[in-house]
T-cell receptor, first 111, second 115 residues
Framework: GDSVTQMEGPVTLSEEAFLTINCTYT??????LFWYVQYPGEGLQLLLK?????DKGSNKGFEATYRKETTSFHLEKGSVQVSDSAVYFC??????????FGDGTTLTVKP | GAGVSQSPSNKVTEKGKDVELRCDPI?????LYWYRQRLGQGLEFLIY????????KSGLPSDRFSAERTGESVSTLTIQRTQQEDSAVYLC?????????????FGAGSRLTVL
């Protein structure tokens, strides 16, 4: 079945550091890939997405590129801020309808 | 409504009692999902409704769990004879259609504590 594997956390960085959170997936067919974010005390919300191979999703300085050859969708940001502290979830969606999530990675950014 | 609405936001119950959690999806969203999020853990898929098709119940952890949805409206997740391991945040999400690229919109969740 479909699965998403995320880099284990928690991740702690200093402000302005470079962030990478790894995500790999297993799926039949050609899924769409997502990163969702859950800020403290809030619900999950979409951060970015990519719907086909080599697409790059970007939002709020975050980027992720859909790599079909390595079945990966790593999240990156060049310079993190304290306000980026949150839990990040990698997910895939297929046309069969079901969405599969990774276990989430907790990011803490210290001033 | 403007977003996915869940109620109650918090529920404390005694072991062995039944609970009902409600989800009101975005109007027009044909797909509705329930997930469970235990403290510090990821999202565990429970059940998926798509329009009038038979629901995908493959994630329900035991027969104490059930969910209903009438058409494309409100859904209710029922947990019978609650156990302490049922304590978690129960998240509902909805989206349009079946397309894999369609984005899920989540509710704020219902936090269940079983004493």
């Amino acid at each position: 079945g479909d699965s998403v594997t995320q880099m284990e956390g928690p991740v702690t960085l200093s402000e302005e550091a470079f962030l990478t959170i790894n995500c790999t997936y297993t799926a039949t067919g050609y899924p769409s890939l997502f990163w969702y974010v859950q800020y403290p005390g809030e619900g999950l919300q979409l951060l970015l997405k990519a719907t086909k191979a080599d697409d790059k999703g970007s939002n709020k300085g975050f980027e992720a590129t859909y790599r079909k050859e390595t079945t990966s969708f790593h999240l990156e940001k060049g310079s993190v801020q304290v306000s980026d502290s949150a839990v990040y979830f990698c997910a895939l969606g297929t046309n069969a309808g079901k969405s599969t999530f990774g276990d989430g990675t907790t990011l803490t950014v210290k001033p | 409504g403007a977003g996915v609405s869940q109620s109650p936001s918090n529920k404390v119950t005694e072991k062995g009692k039944d609970v009902e959690l409600r989800c009101d999806p975005i109007s027009g969203h044909t797909a509705l999902y329930w997930y469970r999020q235990r403290l510090g853990q990821g999202l565990e898929f429970l059940i998926y409704f798509q329009g009038n098709s038979a629901p995908d119940k493959s994630g329900l952890p035991s027969d104490r769990f059930s969910a209903e949805r009438t058409g494309e409206s409100v859904s209710t997740l029922t947990i019978q004879r609650t156990q302490q391991e049922d304590s978690a945040v129960y998240l509902c999400a909805s989206r349009t259609g079946t397309g894999g690229a369609n984005v899920l919109t989540f509710g704020a969740g219902s936090r269940l504590t079983v004493l």
